[in-house]
C-alpha cells in the first residue's frame, strides 16, 4: 500500500509535534491509470497515423493508374465541374485539339477549341457542345461535331456524355460531366472543312 509520511515540530516549541500518514493508493492508481490512458493514446495516435499514411499512398498509386488508363485511351476524354470550368483533357483530346485543357467556362469552349457543327463551317453554339449538355443533364450519344485545330488536321468526332450519377445521391460531392470524343473518320466527310481565322 502506497503511503505518505510526513512530520514537523510546532514552531513555539521543540518538545512537541506533528507527524501524519496518508495512504495514497487512489491516487498512485490514477497515475498509474492516466499513464496508461496516454500511452494508449500515443499509440492510437501512431496507429492511425500509419493508416492516413497508408491511405493517402493507396490514393496516389490509384490517381497514377487512373491517369495512366486516362492517358492510354484512345477515345478523348473531358470533363468539367459544377460551374463548367473544364478539370479534364486526357492526351487524346490534346491531341484532337492540338491544345491542353484551359479553366475556360463554356461560353468560351467553342472558340478556344474550334468545335464546329458537322458541317464544318458553323462554330457550334454552347448550347450543343455535348459537354454543356451533359452538364444540363441530357444524356448525349454519338453526338457529331467537327473539331478544327489551328494547327493540325480537321476531325469529325462522335461524342457521348453524361453528369455523374453521384451528384443525386449526396449533394455535396462536385458535379462534373464528361464527354467521350471518339474520332469518326469512317464517316464520308460531306464537306472540305474551311481553315479557320
Known amino acids: 500500500m502506497p ?59 490509384e490517381q497514377e493508374f487512373l491517369n495512366a488508363v486516362l492517358d492510354n485511351v484512345n477515345a478523348g476524354i473531358v470533363a468539367c465541374d459544377s460551374d463548367g470550368v473544364l478539370t479534364l483533357f486526357n492526351r487524346a483530346t490534346r491531341e484532337f485539339h492540338g491544345l491542353p485543357e484551359q479553366a475556360l467556362p463554356p461560353e468560351q469552349w467553342t472558340e478556344a477549341y474550334n468545335l464546329f457543327l458537322p458541317d464544318g463551317q458553323t462554330p457550334l453554339p454552347k448550347e450543343q457542345i455535348p459537354l454543356f449538355r451533359a452538364l444540363q443533364g441530357e444524356y448525349v450519344h454519338n453526338q457529331e461535331m467537327m473539331i478544327l485545330p489551328r494547327q493540325g488536321s480537321a476531325r469529325m468526332v462522335l461524342a457521348s456524355g453524361q453528369r455523374s450519377p453521384t451528384h443525386r445521391a449526396r449533394n455535396w460531392e462536385p458535379l462534373w460531366s464528361c464527354t467521350t470524343l471518339q474520332s469518326a473518320n469512317r464517316l464520308k466527310p460531306r464537306f472540305t472543312p474551311s481553315t479557320p481565322n
Do not use: M
Request: charge should be negative; aromatic fraction near 6%.
Open 3 to 61: 503511503i505518505l509520511i510526513g512530520g514537523a515540530f510546532l514552531e513555539e516549541s521543540r518538545q512537541y509535534g506533528v507527524s501524519f500518514v496518508l495512504d495514497i493508493t487512489e491516487r498512485k492508481q490514477a497515475e498509474l491509470a492516466l499513464k496508461q490512458a496516454h500511452n494508449e493514446l500515443e499509440l492510437r495516435v501512431e496507429q492511425r497515423t500509419a493508416e492516413l499514411s497508408n491511405a493517402k499512398a493507396a490514393l496516389v498509386r
